[in-house]
DNA sequence: CTCGGTCAGTTCCAGAGGCC
DNA sequence: GGCCTCTGGAACTGACCGAG
């Protein structure tokens, strides 16, 4: 890993240009005394491992260029008061960089007149700062690989004293998700920082996406999670919306209540337990997400008017009848293909 | 006008405890 | 394993409001 003002191009850090096949992405990490090396040193190495796995997965990608950068360039201490080079941010050339991430706790760079979006230049700012970004509009994306004439999206790294990592991370992924995806991203936060992922993910998971497909994802989230305790509110939670408009938006793209899907996945696991395996109804029941056994039986004689014990014996009988119709005639089959052969 | 948030009221359900 | 009762809290709904 190389910081102080070279370019790191990838795997093999190239000196100059990139593949005529690869687009070019150049990041800024713009430095200010006091700034969080962790959090600089975190977003240089997303940006390495996103041109490793890229390089990997597609052959020919996107790649980054990192750049650390500051308003007069030359040595730079962080809070631990480790030196580092930097270039000069030069400020005729800043839209020739595609993402600013701007670090420092002292002077604050991000409210310097020379950077972008700043109140001198508060409209562009507006359309262009992360934070402001309305990250569900195509248009967003298509400036991204419009070229030299895009905006550049402008990221505020915190400050060394708090939580850095999580934070640095995030902000750099969110980059890395809409060039590369969600599996790449996933797979660098897992190496960066193992069990982040879950954390994470469902954050930049909202990137680029409508409120429908962030519905239909929550809608799988709770299938797939229907054997945990969880909520409404977790849901919600999930598809980072409000309690109140996950239920609307639920009901209008799945056609029922977050709850009666989710209780029909687990009704679903639950006759799939109770056909397939000996297991007790109240370990079926607390296997699937279904309290007890009492409890079960209260929905399964609600729903379908027999106990799960009655459901499973029924399922039995017929599976053994349909054993005893089917078998013959497989035998017969067979006993077809052999002469066929 | 649409979308998303808050609030208050109502309905429904999970869990506990007990019994057969 | 199944059933019953009770209760607190979660889920749901409609009305309303503000922002864009």
Known sequence: MTYAGIE????????????AARAARRVGIVLSEGFSLLAAGIVAEVFQLANESGAAAHGECVRYSVRLLSLQGGGIRCSSSVQVWTDELDVRAQNAFDALFISGSGADPSSDPRLPGTPARAPQRKSAHAADLDLNDTRDAASMAAGASRATLVFDLPAAQA???????????????R????????????????????????????????????VRRSAQWLRENCDRPISVADAAQEAAMSERNFLRRFKLEIGSTPSEYLLQAR????????????????????RSGMGNGDHLAKIFRKRWSISPTEYRLRNRRERDALAAIVAPAAAAELETRDFAF
């Open 8 to 19: 790191q191009t990838g795997a093999g850090r190239l000196a100059s240009g990139s593949g």
């Open 163 to 177: 939580d850095d990592r999580y934070e640095a991370v995030k902000s750099a992924l969110t980059l890395v998700v």
């Open 179 to 214: 060039d590369h995806g969600l599996d790449i991203a996933r797979e660098i936060a897992e190496r960066l920082m193992p069990g982040s992922s879950a954390k994470l993910m469902p954050l930049l998971g909202s990137v680029g996406t409508t409120v429908g497909e962030k």
């Open 267 to 286: 009704l679903d696991m639950t006759c799939r337990l109770l056909a397939g395996t000996e297991l007790p109804v109240d370990k079926i029941a607390r």
